[in-house]
T-cell receptor
Framework: RKEVEQDPGPFNVPEGATVAFNCTYSNSASQSFFWYRQDCRKEPKLLMSVYSSGNEDGRFTAQLNRASQYISLLIRDSKLSDSATYLC??????????FGTGTSLTVIP | DTGVSQNPRHKITKRGQNVTFRCDPI?????LYWYRQTLGQGPEFLTY????????KSRLLSDRFSAERPKGSFSTLEIQRTEQGDSAMYLC????????????FGSGTQLSVL
């Protein structure tokens, strides 16, 4: 079983829409959780960490559900510039970071 | 620029040749990771260092791959006798150990094996 699984999409949404991505992880010992954004042919860039209590950064909200072992990312009021691939990542102390395959988002005018 | 730096950005080689990539991490970061990514996939772990010690190596990594971080600063990844299946983006990332460890990536080296 993969450490991290994501729905690859693609998600095609109109500007202004709200879109949500989920990511599940298999190891309950996972301690740190992240969302990365990756533009075509570029490196992944850290979007936000995900905290147990949930956290928000502008139009982006990340949540963690330890009981069900999933993390989510909600994007409100989608902009054309949000079009990218969103990768979730998990980490256990002293271990590598595990990445999902990414979810592709295209925001349509 | 104080981010993670990788060289070269692109490498085209013929099958059977050896290639070497370099990564310079963020200066205060003690951990350095190598990942490989192909189209439509997430980054796949290859190996990582804490200072100069190589702490983990993927079981998927064949013995044609070797990485070093001799002084705990920059790192090199060498692929010997390249195969077409080695064509991928090779990403380096660095982090600082601690309760809030976060991974920061370089711009990668795109390898094409002909």
């Amino acid at each position: 079983r993969k450490e991290v699984e994501q729905d690859p999409g693609p998600f095609n949404v109109p500007e202004g829409a709200t879109v949500a991505f989920n990511c599940t992880y298999s190891n309950s010992a996972s301690q740190s959780f992240f969302w990365y954004r990756q533009d075509c042919r570029k490196e992944p860039k850290l979007l936000m960490s995900v905290y147990s209590s949930g956290n928000e950064d502008g139009r982006f909200t990340a949540q963690l559900n330890r009981a069900s072992q999933y993390i989510s990312l909600l994007i409100r009021d989608s902009k054309l510039s949000d079009s990218a691939t969103y990768l979730c990542a998990v980490n256990r102390a002293g271990n590598q970071f595990y990445f999902g395959t990414g979810t592709s988002l295209t925001v349509i005018p | 620029d104080t981010g993670v730096s990788q060289n070269p950005r692109h490498k085209i080689t013929k099958r059977g040749q050896n290639v070497t990539f370099r990564c310079d991490p963020i200066s205060e970061h003690n951990r350095l990771y190598w990942y490989r990514q192909t189209l439509g996939q997430g980054p796949e772990f290859l190996t990582y260092f804490q200072n100069e010690a190589q702490l983990e190596k993927s079981r998927l990594l064949s013995d044609r791959f070797s990485a070093e971080r001799p002084k705990g600063s920059f790192s090199t990844l060498e692929i010997q006798r390249t195969e077409q299946g080695d064509s991928a983006m090779y990403l380096c990332a660095s982090s600082l150990t601690g309760s809030a460890e976060k991974l920061f990536f370089g711009s990668g080296t795109q390898l094409s094996v002909l």
